[in-house]
């Protein structure tokens, strides 16, 4: 008998794995190429803020932190949204987690069971294996080819049962970004009792402009919607494992309760270090910054994949191409050309919110992420690339 119950790794660690078998080193390290990587670059950007160097750390730092989160840091993100956004927040609708994960597990983890999650077919690879362990029950929304990876927003709302609809936006690994009206018709659903909503808004500064479902919210505390954000992404700091949510103070509440007893708080250095990503004067360098490098390159990048032969569906929005192979080639096949050289992307296949593997019409798609390269890496990057297409 075994004592704890064997869980496969995410799908992108499967391919880390294979890789470091076949080039010997860790992806990330120096002579690899991080294209299935999805995370942002980590030192200042072309017109940008500086990147805190350092963060103090008081004996009242060492003490076990609040449940739900740092005061100061609440107020801080609540204060950024309703500047942004022209939200109405207060500290009470805000907690921290460690990462934005964290907090889309528990959230899940303490939903109505008669609730049936509404999920787009091409999705954040987590998702799957979160509703898997949780034993949730699911419904897939198709999201391909066909409709150009943006299911309509009456797909997603499915009024005979009680649902929440689940979404990353700007969407990973697609970019595709949910904005202006159609966006506003899926909060109001969440707002009139229609349906619950849990918006991951990893990479809300990845959109120019930046965009947030908060916008559309006029009373938070009478609303089924739950926001996550994070600092892993636009913030520039994924190291330090600083998420939140967003909610009413009800739904807030209950999540600082299983804190209490399943967390018991979040790193009190790390919130101290997101606090200072919170300054006013910083964020809204950020705010500028971070989308017009990360245009420039989705454009640089995109228009040389076209001219690669690639199909594109990539979004407007996120760090990633959303490519589709021409020449007959499955993305697991491009992928055993790519180790040799020191680099990967993440296989379509572990998009599938199906997991339908060989069977997936996802099987010629891959994901392609410019968030942590340099300007500089361009040409090496698209050589590279044209190589393995040709090999």
Not at 82 to 88: D, H, I, T
Not at 202 to 216: D, G, N, R, T
Not at 253 to 272: A, D, E, I, K
Request: aromatic residues 10%; charged residues 20%.
């Amino acid at each position: 008998m075994s004592l704890l119950s064997f869980v496969r790794p995410m799908g992108i660690y499967e391919t880390l794995y294979a890789f470091l078998d076949v080039f010997g080193t860790y992806m990330g390290e120096p002579g690899t190429h991080p294209w299935s990587q999805g995370f942002p670059r980590t030192v200042k950007l072309p017109g940008g803020p500086e990147l805190p160097s350092n963060v103090h750390v008081s004996a009242d730092h060492l003490k076990y932190p609040k449940a739900w989160g740092l005061p100061s840091l609440r107020e801080a993100i609540a204060r950024y949204y309703n500047r942004a956004y022209g939200s109405r927040l207060a500290p009470e609708n805000v907690m921290v987690f460690a990462g934005g994960r964290p907090a889309i597990v528990a959230s899940l983890l303490f939903l109505d069971p008669d609730i049936t999650v509404r999920v787009a077919s091409t999705e954040y690879t987590p998702y799957y294996d979160i509703l898997e362990r949780l034993g949730r029950a699911y419904t897939l929304v198709e999201s391909g080819v066909e409709n150009g990876f943006a299911p309509s927003i009456d797909d997603y709302i499915d009024d005979a049962t009680s649902s929440l609809v689940l979404l990353s936006n700007p969407c990973n690994p697609t970019g595709v970004t949910r904005s202006g009206e159609e966006l506003e018709r899926l909060v109001k659903a969440a707002c009139s009792g229609r349906c619950g909503l849990l918006v991951d808004e990893a990479y809300e500064l990845f959109h120019e402009p930046p965009v947030s479902a908060l916008q559309y919210v006029e009373n938070i505390d009478e609303s089924d919607m739950l926001v996550v954000g994070a600092a892993t992404k636009g913030l520039q700091a994924p190291g330090i494992r600083i998420g939140w949510i967003i909610g009413s103070r009800e739904h807030v509440q209950t999540l600082s309760n299983f804190s209490s007893f399943g967390m018991g708080g979040v790193s009190h250095p790390s919130q101290c270090f997101a606090l200072e990503l919170f300054g006013e004067q910083r964020i809204e360098l950020a705010r500028c910054a971070v989308p017009t490098f990360y245009k420039s390159q989705r454009d640089r990048y995109g228009e040389a994949f076209e001219q690669l032969g690639l199909d594109l569906f990539s979004g407007s929005g996120g760090f990633y191409h959303w490519c589709r192979l021409t020449n007959g080639l499955t993305a697991a096949q491009l992928n055993e050309r790519l180790f040799p050289m020191g680099a990967a992307v993440l296989e379509g296949t572990d998009c599938d919110m199906a997991r339908r593997g060989d069977d997936s019409a996802l099987r010629s798609f891959f994901r392609f992420s410019f968030g942590p390269l340099a300007p500089e890496s361009f040409d090496q990057d698209i050589t590279l690339m044209r190589r393995a297409l040709d090999a």
